[in-house]
């Protein structure tokens, strides 16, 4: 099983980032997937969510109306598209998949946001 996030960096306030994450070694389509970020000296918190099936999202309250998740089954592919990016964003990034008793974890990309 293999999660791999892509598409951080260094960016401005205000500025746009869309991260991937690439899935393998599971059936992709079954499965939730989810954007987690970890700032420096806080607990990971829960970003966004899209279900298996009809696609429907959830976000966390400090990014609804800012972020979009969306996924490509085709594709084995969740992105996040993060737009008006704070410097409160700033954090570590990771995918998440789930699915009953399985929970896999990607890397984490990191996503700074900065003049």
């Known amino acids: 099983v293999q999660l791999v996030e892509s598409g951080g960096g260094l960016v401005q306030p205000g500025g746009s980032l869309r991260l991937s994450c690439a899935a393998s070694?599971?059936?992709?389509?079954?499965?939730?997937m989810n954007w987690y970020r970890q700032a420096p000296g806080k607990e990971r918190e829960l970003v966004a969510a899209?279900?298996?099936?009809?696609?429907?999202?959830g976000y966390a309250d400090s990014v609804k109306g800012r972020f979009t998740i969306s996924r490509d089954n085709a594709k084995n592919t969740v992105y996040l598209q993060m737009n008006s990016l704070k410097p409160e964003d700033t954090a570590v990034y990771y995918c998440?998949?789930?699915?009953?008793?399985?929970?896999?974890w990607g890397q984490g990309t990191q996503v700074t946001v900065s003049s």
């Open positions: 070694g599971f059936t992709f389509s079954n499965y939730y």
């Open positions: 998440n998949a789930h699915l009953l008793r399985n929970d896999y």
């Open positions: 899209i279900d298996s099936a009809s696609g429907s999202a």
